[in-house]
């Protein structure tokens, strides 16, 4: 007998499950511990085409400063000053990075934190080589800021000479606008990049 209510007990838990009401804040917006709010939907963003002759290792609107900027991280002696800046995208790595690991908590203070895809490949370029993010010195070498939730987000790099180079630049560029972009999509006139270097140039 006990094996005859064993199974209409069973069948009774199946059923319930199959008619359980959905939760009342599914497909809502989420309050974080930090109290601030988080949409855990994207709407893709409706944007213009990237012209069909456009050139990813371009360095069209490059702006070339005439002395470092020095409000927010001045230069190594020597080295030169690389700044990219964008107002990134919901869906970005920077955005879902402060989203869901809150990187960059509402009205903190001070250095700001740029997401791990963007930091890891510009390093290695505009960097000393290969040394992982964890060093010390490394976080005297860049500065990022981020207003997030209002995502403007600016990074200065002390580069040297040797780093400086026009392709190094670009592909830096090309990661950071990646890191921008709602699923990584490429348009480089999403960053803004400026620079200033103690000598002359060759691109």
Known sequence: MRWRWGIVAVVLLLAGCGSAPA???DGQASVTPSGWTSSPLVTPPIRTPVPADA?????KGMHRLKAPER???PP???????????AYEEGSAQWTANAMNHLNEPGAKGRGSLNAFAYDETIKL????????TEPWFYLQAYTRDSWPVRELVTIYSVSRKQL???NLAIARNEYAMGCAYDRWLDT?????SVYAPWALGF
């Open 55 to 59: 050139n990813a290792e371009e360095l």
């Open 71 to 73: 409000a927010l991280f």
């Open 189 to 193: 006139r999403m960053v803004q990049v």
């Open 76 to 86: 190594k002696p020597s080295e030169a000053q690389v700044i990219f800046s964008c």
């Open 126 to 133: 505009l960097g000393r080589g290969t040394e992982y993010v």
């Open 23 to 25: 939760s009342p804040v």
């Open 165 to 167: 180079t026009k392709l």
